[in-house]
């Protein structure tokens, strides 16, 4: 775990700890006075993500369902399956994810379309993703219900799944759309904001 300007190690034998030097992010792409550099830093030190490729973060995409479920399952560091003899969700067979996705499922934090499918390519949009993360953060024992209510212009356009994900994270400064009056409910989020939102809300944990 980041420790000020150290990353922690411990173990499970309570004697051997090991501090060392903050660990710089490899990625060409991310420069140290990008708003969000700090964050991209954290869940590469976390082993949360590892980029697009060795050398670059990509910012400005956007990211999957899958690809931010799996970060979700590493955060977690949920033990980790070889196999399911059936998913319960009908697309999950034969996808590099599956077994992440599946973990989650069972653990309610993930649900899926009401068509039963996960569609794990598609673009991840802003409700998505904080019904996902207040799913995560109930399982991490923390309270998610929310602390006042935050008056969005467009509220009546957010799914009510995740109506009260959207109202508890606005109010604790996780998830906000940089306007003052709309949340943009079905905008995509980017990986750099998925760094600032994935950090900031593992920060109202006890595990980070």
Excluded: C
Aim: no cysteine; net charge negative; aromatic share 10%.
């Amino acid at each position: 775990y980041i420790d000020g300007d150290n990353l922690k190690i411990t173990s499970d034998n309570l004697k051997d700890v090991l501090v060392t030097s903050r660990i710089a992010e490899p990625f060409d792409d991310v420069a140290e006075t990008d708003w969000y550099h700090n964050d991209v830093q954290d869940i590469f030190n976390y082993g949360i993500t590892q980029g697009t490729t060795s050398t670059t973060y990509s910012p400005h995409n956007n990211i999957t369902r899958a690809q931010f479920a799996t970060m979700i399952a590493r955060a977690l560091e949920i033990e980790h399956k070889d196999t399911h003899s059936q998913y319960t969700l009908s697309d999950l067979t034969g996808k590099w994810y599956a077994n992440e996705e599946q973990m989650l499922v069972d653990l309610g934090i993930i649900t899926g379309y009401t068509d039963g499918t996960f569609r794990g390519e598609n673009k991840l949009t802003r409700q998505q993703a904080a019904a996902m993360i207040a799913r995560m953060l109930e399982y991490m024992d923390v309270d998610t219900t929310p602390k006042e209510n935050v008056a969005f212009g467009d509220m009546d356009r957010i799914s009510d799944y995740a109506k009260e994900a959207v109202q508890f994270l606005a109010s604790q400064d996780v998830l906000n759309s940089g306007e003052d009056t709309k949340f943009n409910p079905y905008n995509n989020l980017t990986r750099a904001q998925m760094a600032k939102v994935l950090m900031r809300s593992l920060r109202l944990s006890d595990r980070y």
